[in-house]
T-cell receptor, first 116, second 113 residues
Framework: SAVISQKPSRDICQRGTSLTIQCQVD?????MFWYRQQPGQSLTLIAT?????????ESGFVIDKFPISRPNLTFSTLTVSNMSPEDSSIYLC?????????????FGPGTRLTVL | DAKTTQPNSMESNEEEPVHLPCNHS???????IHWYRQLPSQGPEYVIH???SNVNNRMASLAIAEDRKSSTLILHRATLRDAAVYYC??????????????FGGGTRLMVKP
């Protein structure tokens, strides 16, 4: 099973600044996903990132606000730009790994972001 | 993907069985039923999945209704470590790789010692 690490694990940031979250996977994966979990809420998909192509964003999320990089098959970054208190959430990286008959999703521990 | 309905919360006593229900009346023939859980301060983790037949693994059992419009996740002996939010998710097998999970509200399971 894929093991995922995220950096930083948590951060407190000032309004108007940007934060880049790193996601590292211990195996090569094609698909990586970024989710947001607002306080007390369920997970919402932000975007899907394939290596070598532009990320695909879900409705309500735009590249200017959440630029994503995917330089290789084991790494991705999500930047939260021009932050406001409404961006305070847990951001989770996820990958899909399968054996041909079933694809399981694995999740990182999350990055807890607080914007003041 | 079709929608699921779960109770917001449930309570259980330690070492007793827990039955977590999920309704999915609009499920399509190619939808798999997945269960993930999210322990406090962690990302979600896979629990079990099934299509038509009941399934067992080391973590839990999944009982699927004959008409597939509902399912039940069964934890045979709840422990304090099972306290988590349990998500029942439908995902279309036909779409294949990259068909990411769409999370609903889930059921918050509280386990009393």
């Amino acid at each position: 099973s894929a093991v995922i690490s995220q950096k930083p694990s948590r951060d407190i940031c000032q309004r108007g600044t940007s934060l880049t979250i790193q996601c590292q996977v211990d195996s090569q994966v094609t698909m990586m996903f970024w989710y947001r979990q607002q306080p007390g809420q369920s997970l919402t998909l932000i975007a899907t990132a394939n290596q070598g192509s532009e990320a695909t964003y879900e409705s309500g999320f735009v590249i200017d606000k959440f630029p994503i990089s995917r330089p290789n098959l084991t790494f991705s970054t999500l930047t939260v730009s021009n932050m406001s208190p409404e961006d305070s959430s847990i951001y989770l990286c996820s990958v899909e790994e399968g054996n041909g008959s079933y694809n399981e999703q694995f999740f990182g521990p999350g990055t807890r972001l607080t914007v003041l | 993907d079709a929608k699921t309905t779960q109770p917001n919360s449930m309570e259980s006593n330690e070492e007793e069985p827990v039955h977590l229900p999920c309704n999915h009346s609009t499920i399509s023939g190619t939808d798999y039923i997945h269960w993930y859980r999210q322990l406090p301060s962690q990302g979600p983790e896979y629990v079990i999945h099934g299509l038509t037949s009941n399934v067992n693994n080391r973590m839990a059992s999944l009982a699927i209704a004959e008409d597939r419009k509902s399912s039940t996740l069964i934890l045979h002996r709840a422990t304090l470590r099972d306290a988590a939010v349990y998500y029942c998710i439908l995902r279309d097998a036909v779409l294949g790789a990259g068909n990411m999970l769409t999370f609903g509200g889930g059921t918050r399971l509280m386990v009393k010692p």
